[in-house]
Structure formats: structure tokens, C-alpha cells
């Protein structure tokens, strides 16, 4: 079955950069969109970057120029690249991954076609 591994997350100054990963594994269908979603404390929960098997790639209007989404195809691995931070960053961050025809762009508001999430990593800015 298909399992999303976050990894990367902690304390961080604001101002400071941390990377996230997420290591996929147990599919044997291409993912179609794979993307990263926050949730802070008693929000809901919100998409932050998306990438799509066509290699087009959204980020939130609150994160874009500071939060880059990759993906290592050969490594099977998820990454976000998160610089200056805020304190509104804070938040638990989850990778997600959809096998529907869904598009980086649309992917930000679509959390429901996701059907595979991760556990999640928590991300402190202070």
C-alpha cells in the first residue's frame, strides 16, 4: 500500500530555511500530483505547493518567492524548500499524493482528491 514518510520539520528562527522531504513508496501507478498541505493550530487546512506528473508546480500566493516544491522522481522522494520563514508558518505540514487527473494548479484546492496523506512533520517558527 502506499506510505508518505515526512521528514525535516522543527524549531527554526524566523528568517531561517528548512527542507522538507517526503519518501513515497508501495505504488506501482504513476502518481499524477503529488503536494504539500499545512494545518495550524484550530485552522484549516491549507494547500501550500503542488507538483504534477507533467512537471508544472503551484505554490500558496502566502508562500511564493519563499517556498520551492521539487520532486526526485529516481529517489521517489518529495521535497519543500522553505526560506525566510515567518511565524505564520508555523504549522503541521503534510504531504499528500493523488492518482486522479489533477493538475498542480487546481491541486491547492483540492485536497479531497488526495487520497494518500503522511503523518506529517511539525514546523515552529518563532
Known amino acids: 500500500h502506499v506510505q508518505l514518510v515526512e521528514s525535516g520539520g522543527g524549531s527554526v528562527d524566523a528568517g531561517g530555511p528548512l527542507r522538507l522531504s517526503c519518501a513515497a513508496s508501495?505504488?506501482?501507478?504513476?502518481?499524477?500530483?503529488m503536494g504539500w498541505y499545512r494545518q495550524g493550530i484550530g485552522e484549516e487546512r491549507e494547500g501550500v505547493a503542488a507538483?504534477?506528473?507533467?512537471?508544472?508546480?503551484d505554490t500558496a500566493d502566502s508562500v511564493k518567492g519563499r517556498f520551492t516544491i521539487s520532486l526526485d522522481n529516481a529517489r521517489n522522494t518529495l521535497y519543500l524548500q522553505m526560506n525566510n520563514l515567518k511565524p505564520e508558518d508555523t504549522a503541521m505540514y503534510y504531504c499528500a499524493a493523488s492518482f486522479l487527473r489533477v493538475t498542480a494548479i487546481e491541486a491547492l484546492d483540492a485536497e479531497a482528491d488526495f487520497g494518500y496523506w503522511g503523518r506529517g512533520t511539525q514546523v515552529t517558527v518563532s
Open positions: 507538483v504534477d506528473s507533467d512537471g508544472r508546480t
Open positions: 508501495g505504488y506501482s501507478s504513476i502518481v499524477n500530483c
